[in-house]
């Protein structure tokens, strides 16, 4: 063979050879490059649901909190005398009142957050929660209506930190399913 042949034609074969490298190179990038928008895709998506859960879960706490103070401050008037029961009474009165503006304003606000993040199943979790929470607070003003009109009200007592303690498992569905979804990365690979 002759040598200008042989040079011309290892030129030829040494270009496709890069050629093709490129060609390799430039398709492994690009299925990188895709993952990696996958992912930063699956991590946008999950930051507004993780706040919208965490800031449920606080103001649902927060609410839970005050009905527990209200009732602790019902039970402390059940216990008294006058004046001491007309104080606790309105303390506990207050106390509630702050825990409804809160449920009715801000957590209000936080469940339509998650029910516009969803999934479905933290959605259905959260009305749960709160359903449970609604329960909790019909109690707790039964107890407290009828301590204002003199009764003793044991069994309204009885039923409110019943209710009371019944909120516990419905959130800790809600934090089982939100956590649940925000484990899913989103990447189907």
Do not use: K
């Amino acid at each position: 063979m002759d040598a200008g042949l042989a040079a011309l034609l290892g030129a030829a074969i040494g270009s496709l050879g890069t050629g093709a490298a490129a060609l390799v190179t430039g398709l492994l990038g690009r299925g990188q490059t895709r993952m990696q928008l996958r992912a930063e895709h699956a991590r946008l998506l999950r930051e507004p649901r993780r706040s919208a859960y965490v800031a449920f879960t606080q103001c649902f706490q927060e609410v839970h909190a005050l009905h527990t103070e209200a009732a602790i401050s019902a039970s402390a008037a059940a216990e008294a005398g006058e004046p001491d029961r007309g104080r606790l009474l309105r303390d506990a009165g207050g106390t509630y009142e702050r825990a409804g503006e809160r449920l009715h304003g801000e957590l209000q606000q936080r469940q339509s957050a998650v029910t516009v993040e969803g999934p479905p199943v933290v959605t259905t979790a959260a009305f749960e929660a709160e359903d449970a929470l609604l329960a909790s607070r019909v109690e707790l003003s039964r107890w407290i209506r009828q301590l204002e009109h003199g009764a003793t009200a044991e069994d309204h007592e009885r039923m409110a930190d019943d209710a009371l303690l019944a909120v516990h498992q419905p959130l800790v569905r809600f934090l089982n399913a939100a956590s649940a979804a925000l484990s899913e990365d989103g990447l189907n690979l």
